[in-house]
């Protein structure tokens, strides 16, 4: 071909890279590789191959970890801990910073390696993944810097278990060890089956930053090797991966008292208005699906094009996908590389083809023999398809139009995922109207997949919990300091042999939606004093109970848009009128518990003061991204939170809960004490004349032991606080694994409520989700 030709045709040549470098670094370990464990590689055992999905041919046998394996990890991590905690900030981040460079010096191999092992182009390893691992490693220097000063109060975890997926190899990697070393843990990490060679190589090269042993462990191998490290003695697990895996480990880890953390599967919408420009929302949306070969858990795989563009709209994509190039992914001119495994290119390939709606429209560009799937659009597909409802997690898009702006929210939310969603508009104000409404933890605006390490990613619903970036990801690797106390339960004062009966029954009702409800059990029980008194009786809530507070809860779904002021005022009024009736409260404080009252009383309604307070100045940011725009972290309200309050402040407690929730926008459904719950029932005469709309806060009284099953494992709660005298937090963390809820639970400690503990940011966080929302702006 001549020069002549090439620029009549505009066809690109071959470019490819070499491998020569990274396949010697394969030979020089005899394309063997053992366990990273306490500084060193170990001896292979039992291997498995490690192939490039391109060819098919082997690229080396790796150790299949065992539990044994596991072990030794956890172990080594444990002796480095401490020893890791006790260096200063800088000490850290000066390793933190070495880690940064060395990716840098080794960018090509690392490259190079990535792309054999996992089958992506190697424009997008070379100028995307890699460059974003030495970002978040100097980000995370800079957080270490900065921790002790900027928190004084928060202390490390200790080991963390770290199960990485096989779509970004090297970039989870850092995504999660640079945190958590950044903190002061260490890090047992279990790379994916399918591509474990790039963490193999950063362990070696992390030798060269002096980083101690033991404070970084790889242990390599299947599933059952990632179960082995859920079910060692670690202190945190933090997961990405798959929705059904995810939900397996929140269901191992519950009741064990580690943090954990997913970020799992998504159905990201990608909706684009009739007022965009078409031309640059086409090339965005060939990155959102097709970066990465559609194996990205945010890519944008359903189209949401508004009616009268759509036609237009996918004649233009249709030229574009055309144009892809497929190919070996070592040539730098190949837009879409290798699909990961056989095994998932079936899985494509099934879903496809087993569809029974919709119109199928293939690239009309040569596909190579092998692991390759060309991209893939369909048309005319209901919202309730399965292809619209399900992660493919291939190069394959699904489209459907809307009409209005609301019909776009609605079709966007209408999935169990909420990791993130791209809106292409020209008008900006349109734009941020809608970012609020989208059920997901990233929205882009004008743009897609744009990832940095200062701005938070994560999700909401199906997507998991939890964020990785940013200070809000730090967070998720430390605790309070301090040591807590065992908590000791309380139990309801018995029937004495000579009751005190008052002349006159009292039976407080529940309290939902605003109104007093009769428990639909029909069944009540008496409270006594300490000295034998009857102060009355409660009704006992059961499960239809609960789903009429949740209900009641969703119905007050403007509560989460009422201004900040306004809520603070509202607050402001329910301790004004607690005040006025103190010396009630304190009386019945006493009469329930036999201590005095008015301290409780008097915290209590500071504490409302506090959240007041802080309704308005919890406040989000703008994070300073590497691009020309803002990304904007903004505090959203978690939603309807079920909550089971402490037996031994029954007052306080349940104001330590339900102020920092509702202050933020949530709903709340309140399990008051169980021993003592009239101060509960006192208080929602307080909360009917505070001019707080009914369905806000609902409280309903009954045993929390049989009331917490009913919370946790309800598809419409978005978030489980349990402060509860008994322990029920594996109960709790178990079943939130039906919608994979937010857990915050006490695991059997005990809490000051009365002290700092009882209050601040802690709850502030857990009663918030960060959004961060991408808005690029200039030409």
Known sequence: MTVRDIFDTMSYGPAPESATEAMAWLDRHNRRFGHFIDGSFTDPGETFATRNPATGDELAQVTQGTEADVARAVAAARRAQPKWAKLSGHQRAKILYALARLVQKHALLLAVLETLDNGKPIRESRDIDVPLVARHFYYHAGLAQLLPKEHPEATPLGVCGQIIPWNFPLLMLAW??????????????????????????????????????????????????????????????????????????????????????????????????????????????????????????????????????AERFHDKLKRRMDGLRIGDPLDKCIDVGAIVDPVQLATITRMVEGASEGTLYRAATPVPPGCFYPPTLITGLTPSARLCQEEIF??????????????????ANNTRYGL??????????????????????????????????????????????????????????????????????????????????????????????????????????PVWGPKGALLGH?????????????????????????????????????????????????????????????????????????????????????????????????????????ALCPDEAPLLGLVSIMAPAIAMGNRVVLVPSHPFPLAATDLYQVLDTSDLPGGVVNIVTGDPADL????????????????AGADLSRLIEAESASNLKRTWVNNGRARDWSGPAGEGREFLRAATEVKTIWVPYGE
């Open 394 to 411: 291939g190069p394959v898009l699904v489209s459907m139009t809307f009409r209005t702006p609301e019909d776009a929210v609605s079709l």
């Open 176 to 309: 999660k060890v640079a945190p958590a070393l950044a903190a002061g843990n260490t890090v047992v990490l279990k790379p994916a089956e399918y591509t474990p060679l790039t963490a193999l190589l950063f362990a070696e090269i992390s030798r060269e930053a002096g980083l101690p042993k033991g404070v970084l462990n790889i242990v390599t191998g299947d599933g059952a090797t990632g179960a082995a490290l859920v079910a060692a003695q670690v202190d945190k697990i933090a997961f990405t991966g798959s929705t059904e895996v995810g939900r397996k480990i929140r269901t191992a880890t519950a009741g064990r008292g580690i943090a954990l953390t997913l970020e799992l599967g998504g159905k990201s919408p990608y909706i684009v208005f009739d007022d965009a420009d078409l031309d640059s929302a086409v090339e965005g949306l060939v990155d959102a699906i097709w970066f990465n070969q559609g194996q990205v858990c945010c890519a944008g795989s359903r189209l949401l094009v508004q009616e009268g563009i």
């Open 538 to 642: 409660v009704g006992l809530g059961n499960r239809k109970d609960i789903r009429n507070a949740v209900e009641a809860a969703h119905a007050a779904k403007g509560w989460a848009k009422t201004t900040a002021h306004n809520r603070a005022q509202v607050i402001y009024y329910i301790a004004e009128n607690l005040s006025a009736r103190a010396p009630e409260f304190a009386a019945r404080l006493k009469a329930m518990t036999g201590r005095p009252g008015e301290a409780e009383v008097e915290a209590a309604i500071d504490r409302l003061f506090t959240y007041a307070a802080w309704a308005d100045k919890w406040e989000g940011a703008v994070k300073p991204v590497p691009l020309r725009g803002v990304a904007l972290a903004m505090n959203e309200p978690t939603g309807v939170i079920g």
């Open 420 to 525: 993130a969603a791209s809106v292409w508009t020209e008008n900006v104000n349109l734009a941020l109207d809608l970012a609020p409404k989208i059920a997901a933890g990233v929205v882009w605006v004008n743009g897609t997949n744009m990832f940095d390490a200062a701005a938070g990613f994560g999700g909401l619903r199906e997507s998991g919990f939890g964020r990785e970036g940013g200070w809000e990801g730090l967070m998720a690797y430390l605790k309070p300091a301090g040591k807590t106390a065992t908590l000791k339960p309380i139990a309801p004062f018995a029937q004495p042999s000579e009751p005190e009966a008052p002349a006159l029954d009292r039976t407080a009702k529940l309290y939902i939606g605003g109104k007093q409800a009769r428990p639909d059990s029909g069944y009540s029980r």
């Open 708 to 723: 917490a099953k009913t919370l946790a494992g309800h598809m419409d709660v978005d978030a489980v606080w349990s402060f």
